[in-house]
């Protein structure tokens, strides 16, 4: 079968040609180094704060954004898909650089919204110019009255580069000379990279998994001295940085990122935790059974069963997703199979890359692209589904004011989670024989594992974390301690052993935008299940709903956005209890298969 319908790899020339060395890439950061500057210069003049000086600023800033995301977005595709650019990462250095001069000149303009009075600002807003990014500009406003004076916000920014996000990137040195050693089953001994690596964790050969897990903990046992070094600054930085601003709660700054309530995200874990775990240990025991196992191991917790097991090339995983989005939306169908075909996805399985998975948005090109390293799993075909999620959620606001495009994670992460439910839901339901059911009843079941258990663990680690930081230094010892202790609360028992190096091999933690890179994904994940019940109900109608509730997620709280479109209230626990008792009711059939 020829795979050249869809390619496995993707094209960065038509976004800048060259790769890290494209004079077209250098001469765009030059012209965003100059806006910068004229943003500065407005910011600082005599009457910057007049209606016509706020709107010509304020396009000035759109302007700027889409330019800095495009270039963030391109350096991080080439350093990804190849951890040895060292040009890549000086491309990236400079595109901080930029983003850290261009925040602390925002510092600036925030400043002169916080000094306006409140009749000023309201007239302004209701000028056609900017009345479509009040919510944006508001929020601005009110987040400048509980940060620092301007210029020592901009102070934090400069140091941050070096510093605070120097000390984010060490991650990527770190997995870039980790080598990892596998004895294959014809017993050829070779040396993987972590991305290569990490899919043996989930082989359908419980020996392949145990070998590989052993390795995994090694290499990052060797390295943990390096990472524990790193996350102790990295949390050092952020809880200096809160303290100097009156800030006592460690959640408060990832909650505002997100847009939800520390209310709205307790009914959540109250939710998960009551009415989801039992269900999914459940689930995780008869799986053990399953594998002749006692407990499961944590490298048994994703082994394949059923059909999950087969190898799925990549061309029919390609046109199986784009059918199914299809029976949603033939407009979502239509986006995917052109990214599919166009170059927008890097899936090759090959030697060099960073391991995980992501979608990045290149909004100047009204473009995204997808990096992960396809193997031919279920899993694997489910990443692609919840990356081209993400995908089209960027797609549906390309054409809104820039500030309007900036959604949360949590939302984002709601997008990228119906996406895998539709691909999914469409298969399990059309599935002919018990071995298929079984194996996209696996499928669907590892999500609510991972999101319910997984991920509560990673939330209940931080917190355990940060806290233990503001004592001091935190050693490598004892972040495993603290994961092993999270990883057995979360998992609720359901477990026979833990995965000490956990806090060292995840990207998430080391990862300086968004603190907390945990809680919005178990958010998205539920918040689609509601979302998903509401479509199954109105039928082909709700396509056109779900694209304007889409277009709303970066001008609106989470709160506003379930209320307007859902007619529910996320502080409540009725809609977390529906949400979650969606999620498992997948437990029941699959223990009626597996008798």
């Keep these: 079968m020829s795979t050249s319908t869809y390619p496995l790899t993707w094209n960065l020339d038509v976004i800048y040609e060259g790769g890290s060395a494209s004079p077209a890439f250098a001469k765009e950061l030059q012209g965003i180094e100059r806006d910068v500057a004229e943003l500065d210069r407005l910011a600082s003049a005599e009457g910057s704060g007049s209606a016509d000086s706020l709107t010509a600023m304020t396009g000035l800033i759109q302007s700027i954004l889409l330019r800095i995301r495009e270039s963030d977005s391109f350096v991080a595709c080439l350093m990804a898909q190849n951890m040895r650019d060292t040009k890549a990462a000086g491309q990236a250095d400079r595109v901080k650089t930029i983003m850290a001069k261009y925040d602390g000149v925002l510092t600036k303009v925030d400043s002169i919204l916080r000094n306006m009075s409140d009749d000023a600002f309201e007239a302004w807003l209701a000028d056609e110019a900017v009345a479509p990014i009040a919510f944006n500009l508001r929020e601005r406003r009110e987040l400048a009255k509980e940060k620092l004076a301007p210029e020592l916000e901009a102070l934090i920014g400069d140091l941050a580069v070096n510093g605070y996000h120097g000390w984010g990137e060490m991650y990527n040195t770190i997995v870039s000379r980790a080598k990892f050693t596998d004895k294959g089953k014809d017993g050829e001994v070779k040396t993987l990279s972590a991305g290569q690596m ?80 039992p269900a999914v240990a459940s689930y995780l025991e008869r799986k053990a059974k399953l594998l002749g196992l006692a407990k499961l191991e944590w490298h048994d917790v994703t082994a394949p069963i059923g059909s999950a097991s087969k190898t799925i090339p990549y061309d029919e995983a390609c046109k199986f997703i784009v059918e199914q989005f ?33 979608c990045t948005s290149l909004p100047l090109s009204g473009q995204t692209r997808i990096f992960m390293t396809y193997s031919g799993t279920m899993d694997n075909l489910s990443t692609l589904a919840h990356e081209l999620g993400h995908a089209y959620h960027q797609h549906v606001m390309n054409d809104m004011p820039a500030l309007s495009q900036e959604y949360a994670m949590n939302v984002a992460e709601t997008a990228s989670t119906l996406a895998e439910l539709i691909v999914t839901d469409s298969a399990l339901n059309a599935a002919t024989t018990d071995e298929e059911k079984l194996g996209l009843l696996e499928t669907k079941l590892q999500n609510a594992v991972a999101f319910f258990m ?142």
């Design 326 to 358: 299809g029976k949603f939306s033939s407009e979502m169908a239509e986006f995917a199979d052109k990214a599919l075909k166009e170059g927008w996805i890097e899936a090759e399985d090959r030697p060099g890359k960073r391991p995980g998975g992501f």
């Design 198 to 277: 990490f899919n043996r964790l989930s082989d359908d050969d419980r020996s392949v998994r145990e070998a590989a897990f052993a390795e995994w903990e090694r290499v990052w046992g060797e390295q943990a001295d390096l990472c524990a070094d790193t996350l102790n600054r990295l949390a050092g930085f952020r809880l200096n940085v809160y303290d100097n601003r009156g800030w006592k709660d460690v959640l408060k700054e990832p909650l505002q990122i997100n847009r939800m309530s520390e209310a709205t995200l307790n009914a959540m874990w109250d939710a998960i935790t009551t009415d989801g775990k």
């Design 454 to 595: 997984n991920i509560h663990a990673r939330f209940i680690f931080e917190k355990a974390f940060y806290a233990k930081r503001r004592e001091g230094m935190v050693t490598a010892e004892e972040l495993n301690e603290l994961m092993e202790a999270a990883q057995k609360e979360a998992y609720a028992g359901a477990l026979g052993g833990t995965h000490p190096h956990f806090w060292a091999s995840k990207l998430h933690f080391y990862l300086t935008d968004v603190p907390f890179y945990n809680f919005p994904y178990t958010f998205g994940y539920l918040f689609s299940m509601g979302i998903y019940a509401r479509a199954k109900q109105e039928g082909p109608s709700f396509a056109a709903k779900y694209v304007q509730l889409l277009r709303d997620t970066g001008s609106m709280t989470v709160e506003e956005l379930a209320k307007k479109h859902l007619g529910v209230n996320l502080e409540e626990p009725d809609f977390w209890r529906e949400a979650v008792r969606l999620a498992v009711s997948d437990v029941e059939p699959f223990l009626e298969l597996t008798k």
